[in-house]
T-cell receptor, first 115, second 110 residues
Framework: KAGVTQTPRYLIKTRGQQVTLSCSPI?????VSWYQQTPGQGLQFLFE???????NKGNFPGRFSGRQFSNSRSEMNVSTLELGDSALYLC??????????????FGPGTRLLVL | DQQVKQNSPSLSVQEGRISILNCDYT??????FLWYKKYPAEGPTFLIS?????DKNEDGRFTVFLNKSAKHLSLHIVPSQPGDSAVYFC?????????FGTGTKLQVIP
């Protein structure tokens, strides 16, 4: 099976712009979760989508949003970018969304730099 | 509020010796724990897991220990190899939401 893919791999934006990141999960996986990784905060959970519905959400402002399509591909959008949004954004897929013992499989991430 | 903490941001170990990475958690509802390894420019990859009904799980050179009363888990790598140099994250579940620690950067010195 092909792994989780994320596009683009690198992105440079300026403050105030918006950005859309894409994630294609492993075939057959219905759950896609998004994480932000920064040196100081480690990996932080953004939100999880399952069968096109947001099922769980972390503590991020409303500028961070996402959606999932019928083919399970997911997009994450960040509006009005701030310098502090510079981070590695990772998505992870799993069959059922982190149920007991289920492993999530991560993509390589999108490195976002906000200038 | 960091519910999963890895208090050592970095660790250096000689090749062949034991690496011990620690993780503390605060939420007693966590019932499953995983360790991930992450190389630069790559996503984390699953390493080993442990259920709260066990106190030890072993897979080759990797062993995870869980002390529920202390809300502490540790990952032991024996013997350490240069290829083990990476950032290690512990993660805790209840279902549908994975909480990660901040990571420990392990450097294995040849």
């Amino acid at each position: 099976k092909a792994g989780v893919t994320q596009t683009p791999r690198y992105l440079i934006k300026t403050r105030g712009q918006q950005v859309t990141l894409s994630c294609s999960p492993i075939s057959g996986h219905r759950s896609v979760s998004w994480y932000q990784q920064t040196p100081g905060q480690g990996l932080q959970f953004l939100f999880e989508y399952f069968s096109e519905t947001q099922r769980n959400k972390g503590n991020f402002p409303g500028r961070f949003s996402g959606r999932q399509f019928s083919n399970s591909r997911s997009e994450m959008n960040v509006s009005t970018l701030e310098l502090g949004d510079s981070a590695l954004y990772l998505c992870a897929s799993s069959s059922h969304g982190g149920a007991m013992g289920e492993t999530q499989y991560f993509g390589p991430g999108t490195r976002l730099l906000v200038l | 509020d960091q519910q999963v903490k890895q208090n050592s941001p970095s660790l250096s170990v000689q090749e062949g010796r034991i690496s011990i990475l620690n993780c503390d958690y605060t939420n007693s509802m966590f019932d499953y724990f995983l360790w991930y390894k992450k190389y630069p420019a790559e996503g984390p990859t699953f390493l080993i897991s442990i259920s709260s009904i066990k106190d030890k799980n072993e897979d080759g050179r990797f062993t995870v220990f869980l002390n529920k009363s202390a809300k502490h888990l540790s990952l032991h790598i024996v013997p350490s190899q240069p290829g083990d140099s990476a950032v290690y994250f512990c993660a805790a579940l209840p279902p549908q939401k994975v909480t990660f620690g901040t990571g420990t950067k392990l450097q294995v010195i040849p």
